[in-house]
Each structure stands twice: as C-alpha cells, then as structure tokens.
C-alpha cells in the first residue's frame, strides 16, 4: 500500500539558511500533520491542515510556515536555521478531515543544522 | 487539556516473555488513543487504536491494549516477545479528529535471547 512520502529524507543546513521539507500524503488523505521530534524525543505537533486550510496549530515557531497545495501535499519552509532545529521532522496524513483519528506517519526529514 | 505518561522509559524482557508497556491518560473528554512502534531511524508505524468501541483492542504483530476509563489506562500487551519486537513504543491521545496528536515520552523495549 502507498505511505506517505518525505523528501528530502537528509538535509543538512547552516545556521541561518532556510530549508523546504516536503511531504506527499497517502492517496486521498486530505489531512496532512507535521511533527518534530528531537533526539530522544518524543513527536511535537508543529501544525496541520485539512483541504489546504490550516486546522491545528501546535509550537511551531515564527520562523516555521506550512501550506497545503491544491494536490494536497505540504511543505514546512523554515528560515534562520538556528542549531536547536537540528530533529526528524515527521509527516503524517489522515483521510475524512473532521472524523479521522489515525494518523500515518511518514518516514520523516532528518535535517542537521551546524 | 490532554496529556499522556508512560511509566517506564526502558522496558526489557526476555525473548518468548510477556511485555506490558503502560500508558496513563488524562483527559477532559473522552479520549481516542494510539500506540505507535518505532524502529531506529524510521517513521512511526500505527500498532492499535482505540476510539470508543470495544475496549479491548488488538493491533499489528500480535500486541492488544485494554482501555480501561476507571484507571485512565491503555496498556499494551503481547503475550510473547520476539527479537524482532525490539523498538520504542509511544501511546498517544487526541480528543478531536483532525487535530494533533500528543504523545508519551516513549518506552524503549529490549527483547534479550
């Protein structure tokens, strides 16, 4: 069965650079989570959207926007790096918008700042 | 608000003995709660759900978890570890489709020979 797929699965940035994750949700899953997760970690939410709109917020910082395209994919853009970004960065995917509850999870982003 | 704690950061048993990895919630409404498994360096996969059906559960590779609202409990069992069930354990809760995901601090199982 189709997963949800990130790219790029590697990053590494400097402090101060910007980086563009991207995340294709499962087919016909209109809900799209990002998460990040530090080493030894549990998973944050950062944010989600359901039909391009955002639907949740978590602690995602100034610095961090999302979207949802009209095919549904995602992408995180994150400027002024700083090293405390350094994490996976999951994504997930869920289908019905108002009645999913399971999320799937995407192999995640590793993106190293230095 | 919801929260989710999971009682043992490393769990270790040996290879054919029961594993229970426990998780406790709170909540406010009633919750819908997840375990996920993670491998080292990979994605975390979906092992079971409860979301207000029946209260025993039975997921993925032979674990179940028994939702218990008197003891705000979801704990997962598996009657016989194998070597391959070696990993880190999250329980989770949400309390609106849609919405986020809050997750335990993880439970690291070690399954020894």
């Known amino acids: 069965a189709a997963g949800v797929i990130q790219s790029p699965r590697h990053l590494i940035k400097e402090k101060r650079e910007t980086a563009t994750l991207k995340c294709y949700p499962i087919p016909r899953h209109d809900t799209v989570y990002w998460y990040q997760q530090g080493p030894g970690q549990d998973p944050q939410f950062l944010i989600s959207f359901y039909e391009k709109m955002q639907s949740d917020k978590g602690s995602i910082p100034d610095r961090f926007s999302a979207q949802q395209f009209s095919d549904y994919h995602s992408e995180l853009n994150m400027s002024s790096l700083e090293l405390g970004d350094s994490a996976l960065y999951f994504c997930a995917s869920s289908s019905g918008g108002g009645t999913a509850y399971e999320q799937y999870f995407g192999p995640g982003t590793r993106l190293t700042v230095t | 608000a919801q929260s989710v704690t999971q009682l043992g950061s490393h769990v270790s048993v040996s290879e054919g003995a029961l594993v229970l990895l426990r998780c406790n919630y709170s909540?406010?409404?009633?919750?819908?709660l997840f375990w996920y498994v993670q491998y080292p360096n990979q994605g975390l996969q979906l092992l079971l759900k409860?979301?207000?059906?029946?209260?025993l559960v039975k997921g993925i590779n032979g674990f179940e978890a028994e939702f218990k609202k008197s003891e705000t409990s979801f704990h997962l069992t598996k009657p016989s570890a194998h070597m391959s069930d070696a990993a880190e354990y999250f329980c989770?809760?949400?309390?609106?489709?849609?919405?986020?995901?809050?997750f335990g601090k993880g439970t690291t199982l070690s399954v020894s020979s």
């Open positions: 989770a809760v949400s309390v609106q489709a849609g919405t986020a995901l809050i």
């Open positions: 909540s406010s409404v009633p919750p819908y």
């Open positions: 409860y979301t207000s059906a029946a209260t």
